[in-house]
């Protein structure tokens, strides 16, 4: 079975730090675009990040609103992407789920969509 697992989230206080793990069962993420979405109480998912696969060279991206803040990994020897996340604000508060995409570049994500997600992991920001 294809499923890919998040682990990592919590509570946590503003400023603080979180590191988001995405494991996979079934397929090597190293062939896959890894992105990470998030999506809070009433609000449409929104992309965080992304990384190329391994073979595309694993460039990444950032939304505007995390830049500087989260930064994006794998592991190729773990077969694992990460999302070290810090500075966390209150309005990080999500549910944060991993994907996979075939189209192993993130610009092609765009035009090709994720093929496997995650069940979300609760991130939660407050004093």
């Known amino acids: 079975q294809l499923q890919l697992v998040e682990s990592g989230g919590g509570l946590v206080q503003p400023g603080g730090s979180l590191r988001l793990s995405c494991g996979a069962s079934?397929?090597?993420?190293?062939?896959?675009?890894m992105g990470w979405f998030r999506q809070a109480p009433g609000k449409e998912r929104e992309g965080v990040s992304c990384i190329s696969s391994s073979i595309s060279g694993s460039s990444t991206y950032y939304a505007d609103f995390v830049k500087g803040r989260f930064t994006i990994s794998r592991d190729v020897a773990k077969d694992t992407v990460y999302l070290q996340m810090n500075s966390l604000k209150p309005e990080d508060t999500a549910v944060y789920y991993c994907?996979?995409?075939?189209?192993?570049?993130?610009?092609?994500?765009?035009?090709?969509?994720?093929?496997?997600w995650g069940q979300g992991t609760q991130v939660t920001v407050s004093s």
């Open positions: 994907a996979a995409s075939a189209a192993m570049s993130c610009a092609d994500t765009v035009r090709k969509g994720y093929d496997f």
């Open positions: 079934g397929f090597t993420l190293g062939y896959y675009a």
